[in-house]
């Protein structure tokens, strides 16, 4: 299912009301310019750049029940996570997503099986930061045992060889090291490349638009 989103004078009003432009020293003016160019170029979701705000950045504005998103312990690199070969990241501060779906039914599919599918079908796997920049704007599509890998974004290793972690966001069960007051908030973590999960899809999106 393609998500429908909020027009986007009101998703720049949403990342000014969250301190988005705060944070990445960015005025309110300029985030209302990007959403009327946007408008030129039609619907869709209002992405900050990686190179505006940094994914790690932006998990902490996620929220779920009251509770605010968090990094797992073990992802200290996460802004090191780049676009996957094949990604071409539109080179302004601001830029569109358009059509996204979250790729339930790719639920209990790998990352390795999934990236050729939806690649395959003309699309392209989000990254992290669009991941997070989507569910400022839509918190209600992380949904129990309905939450989805952004395997657009990969570590690549001193070696050349890509890290087996794969970016994912999903809904924390306040186990182990995330803590208990944290069940129920927004977890931006990791799985294996090689790996299935019956409550992660895949989200994609048609294509990227620079503004």
């Known amino acids: 299912m393609i998500d429908t989103l909020p027009d986007l004078l009101t998703q720049a009003r949403r990342l000014i009301d969250l301190g988005v432009g705060r944070l990445a020293g960015v005025s309110d003016a300029e985030l209302l310019d ?24 932006l998990a902490p504005l996620l929220s779920r029940a009251g509770k605010p998103g968090f990094v797992v312990v073990d992802m200290t690199d996460l802004d090191e996570f780049a676009p996957i070969t ?26 390795d099986e999934a990236l050729p599918a939806i690649t395959g079908a003309g699309r392209t ?17 992380l949904e129990p045992n309905k939450c989805f890998m952004t395997i ?3 570590l690549t290793k001193a070696n050349g060889k890509l890290d087996a972690r ?9 186990t ?10 927004p977890k931006v973590g990791w799985c294996w490349a090689g790996n299935r999960h019956t409550w992660l899809g895949f989200a994609s999106a048609a294509g990227r638009h620079a503004l």
Do not use: C
Not at 34 to 41: L, Y
Not at 125 to 141: F, H, K, N, S
């Open 86 to 111: 094949g990604i071409d990241m539109p080179d302004s501060p601001f830029y569109l997503l358009s059509d996204i779906d979250r790729g339930d039914a790719m639920s209990n599919w790998s990352p």
């Open 125 to 141: 796997p989000l990254t992290i930061g669009e991941g997070v920049a989507w569910l400022l704007q839509q918190p209600d599509r």
């Open 152 to 154: 657009g974004s990969r």
């Open 166 to 174: 794969t970016p994912a966001i999903w809904i924390s069960g306040g």
């Open 34 to 57: 990007a959403a009327g160019r946007s408008d030129a170029v039609g619907g869709g979701l209002l992405v900050p750049g990686p190179e505006l705000i940094a994914p790690s950045t």
């Open 176 to 185: 182990g090291r995330d803590g208990r007051e944290r069940k129920g908030a």
